[in-house]
């Protein structure tokens, strides 16, 4: 599905030619974001676990920070809970932003 979409963003021949970073360089990673989301979906589609497309988030140049906590977010939804590593979990506040996530997620909203 993200493969997918990273196909078309990304495609196999160029995927050949460049290296991952290099392709993160070429989608632009500036903030814009147009081009911060492509790079977050090239992020999410060429990994096949919840850290690894942060770290490579973060390795990029460019505002990496905008970068990677949206790959976290699309990472964390996509594996969920159970795929984010332990250490992962030991930030700060861990509990208190699972608690609000699940109090967001039982939300009732009336017209």
Known sequence: MLRDVVGVLVPSEVQNILKMEQILTEIGTHGYVPTTVDAAF???????NFKDPVIMAIKDVGDTDTTAAIVGAMAGTWYGLEGIPEECKSVEN?????????????????Y
């Open 42 to 48: 090239y992020c999410i589609g060429a990994a096949d």
């Open 94 to 110: 861990f509990q208190l932003i699972n608690i609000l996530t699940e109090e967001l997620i039982n939300i009732e909203i009336y």
